[in-house]
């Protein structure tokens, strides 16, 4: 999993948490200057530092094709947000997979509509994402933000196996801008 969204680093940190690889006192001294826990992630805890947005599906296929050189598959999956997709870079790396038929990578796009200064819609309005990222070859689904949907959309996707798949995770109808 890739949170190329690392201003979400909390909600990392509770996963590492629940699984056992901080514990709580760790969580409780969050950027704090000795912390690992930085707002941020960073190495060594975290492989890939992402505070600089754009970088995420860029880091997922550089790892889904260096794994297949060496023969093995490494399915990534990647948490973008739909301020970050307003980076050029973003695209690029949406080409990238799709060129080389990524079927290893998901991306969650958490289109919440919202970004640091405002409404995304009129900051950049990125959408209709679906058709966006269907031009670019990529398969496309859409989700609300419940939990269990998005593992059932996850598991639609680990099923495609053609190429590169996206969830476009919706927080509610009214933002569904097409
Ligand atoms: C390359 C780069 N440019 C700008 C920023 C500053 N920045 C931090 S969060 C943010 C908004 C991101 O919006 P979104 O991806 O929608 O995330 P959300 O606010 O929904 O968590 C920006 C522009 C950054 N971290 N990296």
């Not at 979400?8 to 690889?21: Q, S």
């Not at 941020?40 to 550089?62: K, R």
């Not at 509509?113 to 990125?126: V, Y």
Request: aromatic residues 6%; proline residues 5%; contains cysteine.
């Amino acid at each position: 999993m890739l949170l190329s969204k690392g201003h979400a680093a909390t909600a990392l940190y509770a996963v590492y948490a629940g699984i056992g690889i901080l514990d709580n006192t760790d969580v409780e001294n969050f950027c704090e200057p000795e912390s690992p826990l930085q707002s941020h992630p960073e190495p060594p805890l975290t492989l890939m530092p992402t505070g600089s947005l754009g970088n995420g599906i860029s880091i997922a296929n550089g790892v889904i094709l260096a794994s297949r050189i060496r023969g093995s598959t490494t399915r990534v999956a990647v948490v973008v947000g739909d301020g970050e997709i307003n980076e050029g870079s973003v695209w690029e790396a949406i080409a990238t997979a799709s060129h080389h038929k990524l079927w290893e990578i998901i991306v969650l796009v958490d289109a919440n509509g919202r970004q640091l200064s405002g409404p995304s819609s009129s900051i950049k309005n990125m959408e209709p994402l679906v058709d966006k990222f269907e031009a670019f070859g990529w398969r496309v689904l859409e989700t609300d933000n419940r939990l269990e949907d998005i593992v059932l959309a996850l598991k639609k996707c680990e099923d495609w196996g053609y190429g590169p798949s996206a969830i476009i995770v919706r927080w509610d109808s009214a933002n569904r801008e097409r």
